[in-house]
């Protein structure tokens, strides 16, 4: 058996994704942001992302930062890379975000999924194969179908 907390987690998740579906929430792309945890990018990287918005990103390929700005890229949204669920709160809570589209942990997606309300916020769990804050990845076609599924065309 797993850890009864992250199963939790997830489940919270799961259902918060369903809820923020089955509202049908459209923005337009300016309007939408795809949030990331810094753990996503290389800690062989020596670039500050959560400063520079992903601009400062090398595109090398080391990390799913370089995929996810290609997703920010083919669709229009806004991006940013949070340092910490502070930094991320403040960035979701502005006026010119309506829905949100965040990959992170479970225990920081489920404080920004309450943090956020009642903004709608459509959460994707990274995985790490390196332990906790360090290196984790994603799936950068969950992450693209989740944005498209909130943006107007």
Do not use: Y
């Not at 945890?37 to 670039?47: I, K, V």
């Not at 890229?73 to 979701?92: E, I, K």
């Not at 309300?117 to 984790?136: E, M, S, Y």
């Amino acid at each position: 058996m797993g850890n009864p907390s992250l199963m939790l987690q997830r489940a919270l998740i799961r259902l918060n994704n369903r809820v923020t579906r089955w509202r049908r929430v459209k923005a337009p792309p300016g309007r939408v942001l795809l949030l990331l945890a810094h753990c996503l990018q290389s800690s062989a990287c020596g670039r500050n992302l959560t400063r520079e918005g992903g601009e400062g990103c090398a595109r090398c390929g080391a990390c799913p930062v370089d995929a996810l700005l290609g997703v920010r890229d083919r669709t229009g949204v806004l991006f940013h890379v949070a340092g910490g669920g502070r930094q991320a709160l403040a960035r979701v809570r502005a006026d010119d975000i309506d829905a949100v589209v965040a990959v992170a942990c479970e225990r920081e997606l489920i404080q920004g999924i309450f943090g956020a309300f009642p903004k709608p916020v459509l959460a994707i769990g990274n995985t790490r194969p390196q332990g906790d804050c360090h290196d984790t990845l994603t799936e950068v076609a969950e992450v693209e179908a989740a944005v498209r599924e909130l943006i107007t065309t």
